[in-house]
């Protein structure tokens, strides 16, 4: 199951693959992983805060609703842990990912300068 994700990650972040390995550390970490054919999500829910690590679909499944889906069951567990607020952290120029994001109603509440080799970072978050 973790190499699956990890080939999905690949194919995802292609300038920044994680190992199975990587997968495997996150868990033991406390990370949640939902994972389908097409798709992955790691989150992490501390107290009554919970924050998207990683989540991505596999090119050839995109725009299908499986982001969406995925954010959905992240949102719903995390909330059931006692998470009242989720948060991420997307670069400015991901347009896909921010459309997402706004799609599924979160808003943005703080940037991180140059954070990705130079590029702005925005902190987002949404009401649990
Ligand atoms: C961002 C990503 C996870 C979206 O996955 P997805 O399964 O295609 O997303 P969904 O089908 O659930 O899209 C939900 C909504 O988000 C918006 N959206 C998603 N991709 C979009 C795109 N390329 N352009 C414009 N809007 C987009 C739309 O509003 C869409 O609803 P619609 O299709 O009914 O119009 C996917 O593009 C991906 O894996 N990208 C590479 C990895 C990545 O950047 N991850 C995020 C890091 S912060």
Same mark, same amino acid.
């Not at 550390?25 to 990370?31: A, R, S, T």
């Not at 009242?84 to 979160?106: C, D, H, Q, W």
């Given at each position: ?59 050839? @499944? &995109? ?8 954010? #959905?069951?992240?949102? +719903?567990?995390?909330?059931?842990? $006692? ?13 896909? @990912? &921010? ?8 808003? #943005?509440?703080?940037? +991180?300068?140059?954070?990705?080799? $130079? ?10």
């Amino acid at each position: 199951m973790l190499n699956k994700i990890a080939t999905l990650h690949a194919l995802c972040f292609p300038r920044n693959p994680w190992s199975a390995d990587e997968f495997a550390n996150l868990k033991n970490q406390g990370c949640e992983i939902i994972a389908s054919q097409n798709g992955f999500i790691v989150y992490r829910t501390t107290i009554d805060e919970s924050e998207i690590i990683t989540i991505g679909v596999a090119p050839d @499944a &995109r725009r299908g609703g499986v982001a969406s889906a995925m954010l #959905a069951l992240a949102e +719903r567990d995390a909330k059931s842990h $006692g998470a009242k607020k989720m948060f991420l952290e997307v670069e400015i120029t991901n347009a896909p @990912a &921010r459309a997402l994001y706004e799609s599924a109603g979160y808003t #943005a509440v703080g940037t +991180r300068p140059k954070y990705y080799n $130079g590029i702005d970072g925005i902190i987002m978050s949404k009401d649990l």
